[in-house]
């Protein structure tokens, strides 16, 4: 018997100690990443007079410039095993997954058909680096390199903790918004916003906008079972 209760009350994934994030505190790191993501079109447009139709290269620079360095500090507070890890390299692990991440994104968008020759060359690499800020350098703050986390939310897509849906769910709004933000492209409308990867980005932001909303949702859920369960 005691044995059973032992095994009912082990925590199932390494990141217990961060398993149960506050609602207030997961609704701050949602709204600080979504006011990331606006102050970079702000500073696109306002201080370089960029456009995502105009100049994609460029302004895609500035968002995951600007959002890489709002989401690898506040998602490294919500790291695995704190005593273990120090803020410094849960920083530290968010920025060798920006590349790495990067590296996987622009991968599968060629695979999927995203155009190839060099004057896509930087739209390309850009937008990459952008989906790894959306997907990869959450987890890699978060989980670093526990390869059973990585697959637990992402392969399986099986998120059981608060810090689970913070990182698993906007990364799949993220990748289902640019699956569906490129319907438009091979469309016959000729319009600027067609072009690769502008559609595309449009896609990724909204979908990662949603996925936040939802993992929020879900946060809160989690936490009211939580406690019903221990009363």
């Known amino acids: 018997m005691q044995?059973?209760?032992?095994?009912?009350?082990?925590?199932?994934?390494?990141?217990?100690?961060?398993?149960?994030?506050?609602?207030?505190?997961?609704?701050?790191?949602?709204?600080?990443?979504?006011?990331?993501?606006?102050?970079?079109?702000?500073?696109?447009?306002?201080?370089?007079?960029?456009?995502?139709?105009?100049?994609?290269?460029?302004?895609?620079?500035?968002?995951?410039?600007?959002?890489?360095?709002?989401?690898?500090?506040?998602?490294?507070?919500?790291?695995?095993?704190?005593?273990?890890?120090?803020?410094?390299?849960?920083?530290?692990?968010?920025?060798?997954?920006?590349?790495?991440?990067?590296?996987?994104?622009?991968?599968?968008?060629?695979?999927?058909?995203?155009?190839?020759?060099?004057q896509h060359f930087k739209k390309t690499i850009h937008w990459s680096l952008l989906m790894s800020v959306f997907t990869f350098v959450p987890a890699a703050s978060v989980f670093g390199s526990s390869w059973t986390d990585w697959l637990r939310i992402f392969a399986h897509a099986k998120p059981i903790e608060s810090t689970d849906f913070i990182t698993c769910l906007p990364a799949h709004g993220?990748?289902?918004?640019?699956?569906?933000?490129?319907?438009?492209?091979?469309?016959?409308?000729e319009r600027s916003w067609q072009e690769w990867p502008i559609c595309v980005t449009y896609g990724a932001i909204l979908g990662y906008l949603i996925g936040m909303v939802v993992s929020f949702g879900f946060v809160v859920f989690h936490n009211r079972r939580h406690r019903v369960k221990r009363e």
């Open 3 to 118: 044995k059973r209760a032992q095994q009912k009350n082990a925590p199932h994934s390494t990141n217990s100690t961060v398993s149960l994030a506050s609602p207030l505190k997961v609704l701050l790191l949602h709204l600080t990443c979504g006011l990331g993501l606006a102050s970079a079109f702000w500073v696109a447009f306002n201080l370089y007079s960029l456009t995502l139709i105009q100049n994609s290269a460029q302004t895609l620079f500035v968002i995951w410039a600007v959002e890489a360095s709002v989401v690898i500090p506040i998602y490294s507070l919500f790291r695995c095993n704190p005593d273990k890890c120090s803020y410094v390299k849960a920083i530290a692990r968010g920025l060798l997954g920006l590349p790495a991440g990067a590296v996987v994104n622009a991968f599968g968008a060629i695979v999927l058909g995203a155009p190839v020759g060099i």
């Open 174 to 189: 993220a990748l289902i918004g640019a699956w569906f933000g490129a319907w438009p492209m091979p469309l016959d409308w």
